[in-house]
């Protein structure tokens, strides 16, 4: 579910589940397992990428929807820990954007030190009440400090999805470039910071960043009972399961 390149320094994980790189949990707990073993293994950094096309489309809503509370409990955990785990890692991690971004994919985005998007007809942007979830105060804590605290309101209410200019314009994504150039440029600006002073650095980044630790270390297990209260709410279920049946007749008036 996770292919590696070595870059020097930098070591780059690309989300290799297909087709969309939907978030179950297999995936998450890869992905927290190669963060760590990157970690461990001594990486100056991270990039996360995705196949040309999509970096994330998400949460896997089919396959969650087959979960019982316990099972999907155990998700949620795993699922803020991966967040923290990008949110407030010991060494920066930047997120390159290969397509399609929303909800999940956004939501780890937002964590990672610096975004860069492709050019195209994609879209990006934590439009989690489209299927009928509150935004958790912490993730929108965290899209606070990136677009600020007016634009974080207006994205997360709206569970606006946006184009990559919009999202540059509103500071979601840090570049927009051609395909070509998203891990390329990803790997620029982070080959920039880990060549300077690290001391230095670290001791400003951590400082900077954070927002993100008192954001995350207010998670606990009544923010997971919350989620899945709404979870399981017949207004989310009709919402998301209605999606489901939308997105499976898509698939099969496709030639």
Same mark, same amino acid.
């Given at each position: 579910?996770?292919?590696?390149?070595?870059?020097?320094?930098?070591?780059?994980?690309?989300?290799?589940?297909?087709? !969309?790189?939907? @978030?179950?949990?297999?995936?998450?707990?890869?992905?927290?397992?190669?963060?760590?073993? /990157?970690?461990?293994?001594?990486? #100056?950094?991270?990039?996360?990428?995705?196949?040309?096309?999509?970096?994330?489309? #998400?949460?896997?809503?089919?396959?969650?929807?087959?979960?019982?509370?316990?099972?999907?409990?155990?998700?949620?955990?795993?699922?803020?820990?991966?967040?923290?785990?990008?949110?407030?890692?010991?060494?920066?991690?930047?997120?390159?954007?290969?397509?399609?971004?929303?909800?999940?994919?956004?939501?780890? /985005?937002?964590?990672?030190?610096?975004?860069?998007?492709?050019?195209?007809?994609?879209?990006?942007? @934590?439009?989690?009440?489209?299927?009928?979830?509150?935004?958790?105060?912490?993730?929108?804590? *965290?899209?606070?400090?990136?677009?600020? /605290?007016?634009?974080?309101?207006?994205?997360?209410?709206?569970?606006?999805?946006?184009?990559?200019?919009?999202?540059?314009?509103?500071?979601?994504?840090?570049? !927009? !470039?051609?395909? /070509?150039?998203?891990?390329?440029?990803?790997?620029?600006?982070?080959?920039?910071?880990?060549?300077?002073?690290?001391?230095?650095?670290?001791?400003?980044?951590?400082?900077?960043?954070?927002?993100?630790?008192?954001?995350?270390?207010?998670?606990?297990?009544?923010?997971?009972?919350?989620?899945?209260?709404?979870?399981?709410?017949?207004?989310?279920?009709?919402?998301?399961?209605?999606? *489901?049946?939308?997105?499976?007749?898509?698939?099969?008036?496709?030639?």
């Amino acid at each position: 579910m996770i292919s590696v390149v070595e870059h020097g320094r930098v070591r780059e994980l690309s989300l290799a589940r297909r087709p !969309v790189n939907a @978030l179950n949990p297999e995936l998450v707990a890869a992905l927290r397992s190669h963060l760590c073993e /990157a970690r461990r293994d001594g990486c #100056g950094a991270i990039v996360l990428s995705g196949r040309p096309g999509c970096f994330s489309a #998400g949460l896997d809503v089919p396959e969650l929807l087959r979960l019982d509370r316990t099972q999907l409990r155990a998700m949620w955990q795993d699922f803020f820990a991966l967040l923290a785990d990008v949110a407030t890692s010991e060494i920066p991690i930047g997120a390159a954007l290969t397509g399609h971004s929303p909800a999940g994919g956004a939501v780890i /985005a937002i964590c990672s030190d610096y975004r860069v998007l492709a050019e195209g007809d994609f879209l990006i942007g @934590l439009n989690e009440v489209e299927v009928g979830l509150p935004l958790p105060e912490v993730l929108h804590r *965290v899209l606070g400090h990136v677009v600020g /605290a007016r634009t974080a309101e207006r994205l997360a209410v709206t569970g606006a999805l946006l184009k990559p200019p919009e999202a540059l314009r509103c500071g979601l994504v840090d570049e !927009v !470039v051609p395909m /070509a150039e998203v891990v390329p440029r990803t790997l620029a600006w982070l080959n920039r910071v880990v060549a300077t002073a690290p001391a230095a650095v670290a001791f400003t980044r951590r400082q900077a960043r954070q927002p993100l630790f008192d954001a995350f270390a207010t998670v606990d297990g009544a923010l997971v009972e919350r989620m899945l209260d709404a979870w399981f709410s017949s207004e989310t279920q009709g919402t998301m399961r209605a999606l *489901v049946a939308r997105l499976d007749r898509d698939r099969a008036s496709r030639p």
